[in-house]
């Protein structure tokens, strides 16, 4: 009798600790995350499009007249990037000549711009220094080469020859560009500080019509923001 009591005993222990095994229910949906990062290149003019140079007086002549902070451009990127510039034109557009005296042909290079934030380009715009004409700047669709003036970054993609990414509000020192225009006529209306000889420019003999003739004129500068190449 004890040995069946301690077998049923044994037995019901057993049963307590045995559970049954049942298949686990699941379901899973799915669902795709997709990510598209646009890269974005923002250069903005924050001042007026417009500078006026009125040269009414011997001594505006004779001194010339300095813009400071004539135009001011920001520079918002995801990306490396290069500004540049360069005239439009190998010449200034006479829309208006007052005199039959001198010549309206004008180099580009007549106009004179300084930066405020400085190049390691080997042509650049670190100090007072005329602008290229659209030939000599040696832009082409748009595209420039070691010869063009860089505003920031250079031609190359090296280490050091662009800027980096990032927004004029955080980073006004690199980001934020003012820059300074300068005209000096002098007399006869020469532009002595010119990088080019007005006589070659306009190909007249030394001493006959070299000098700029009394009248209105115009120049388009291009600021060119690209990605680092």
Same mark, same amino acid.
């Given at each position: 009798?004890?040995?069946?009591? %301690? &077998? @049923?005993?044994? /037995?019901?222990?057993?049963?307590?600790?045995? $559970?049954?095994?049942? +298949?686990?229910?699941?379901?899973?949906?799915?669902?795709?995350?997709?990510?598209?990062?646009?890269?974005?290149?923002?250069?903005?003019?924050?001042?007026?499009?417009?500078?006026? %140079? &009125? @040269?009414?007086? /011997?001594?505006?002549?004779?001194?010339?007249? $300095?813009?400071?902070? +004539?135009?001011?451009?920001?520079?918002?990127?995801?990306?490396?990037?290069?500004?540049?510039?360069?005239?439009?034109?190998?010449?200034?557009?006479?829309?208006?000549?007052?005199?039959?005296?001198?010549?309206?042909?004008?180099?580009?290079?007549?106009?004179?711009?300084?930066?405020?934030?400085?190049?390691?380009?080997?042509?650049?715009?670190?100090?007072?220094?005329?602008?290229?004409?659209?030939?000599?700047?040696?832009?082409?669709?748009?595209?420039?080469?070691?010869?063009?003036?860089?505003?920031?970054?250079?031609?190359?993609?090296?280490?050091?020859?662009?800027?980096?990414?990032?927004?004029?509000?955080?980073?006004?020192?690199?980001?934020?560009?003012?820059?300074?225009?300068?005209?000096?006529?002098?007399?006869?209306?020469?532009?002595?500080?010119?990088?080019?000889?007005?006589?070659?420019?306009?190909?007249?003999?030394?001493?006959?019509?070299?000098?700029?003739?009394?009248?209105?004129?115009?120049?388009?500068?291009?600021?060119?923001?690209?990605?680092?190449?």
């Amino acid at each position: 009798m004890r040995k069946f009591l %301690f &077998v @049923f005993v044994a /037995i019901l222990a057993l049963g307590c600790f045995t $559970t049954k095994s049942y +298949a686990q229910l699941s379901d899973e949906e799915y669902n795709y995350v997709t990510m598209d990062l646009r890269g974005i290149l923002n250069l903005t003019m924050t001042t007026n499009p417009q500078v006026d %140079f &009125v @040269f009414s007086t /011997i001594q505006e002549y004779m001194n010339g007249i $300095t813009r400071f902070n +004539a135009v001011q451009l920001e520079v918002d990127a995801t990306m490396a990037w290069d500004l540049f510039a360069y005239a439009s034109t190998n010449n200034w557009v006479q829309v208006e000549q007052y005199s039959t005296n001198g010549s309206g042909v004008l180099p580009a290079e007549i106009l004179e711009i300084q930066s405020s934030v400085l190049s390691s380009a080997p042509v650049n715009l670190n100090s007072f220094t005329s602008i290229l004409g659209l030939e000599n700047s040696e832009v082409g669709g748009g595209i420039p080469t070691n010869n063009t003036q860089f505003l920031a970054g250079q031609f190359g993609t090296a280490a050091g020859e662009s800027f980096d990414p990032g927004t004029a509000a955080a980073n006004p020192g690199t980001h934020r560009f003012r820059l300074d225009m300068r005209l000096v006529p002098d007399i006869p209306a020469t532009f002595p500080n010119s990088a080019l000889d007005i006589d070659a420019a306009i190909g007249a003999p030394a001493g006959v019509d070299d000098y700029a003739a009394a009248g209105y004129y115009y120049l388009e500068v291009v600021y060119s923001l690209v990605e680092d190449l």
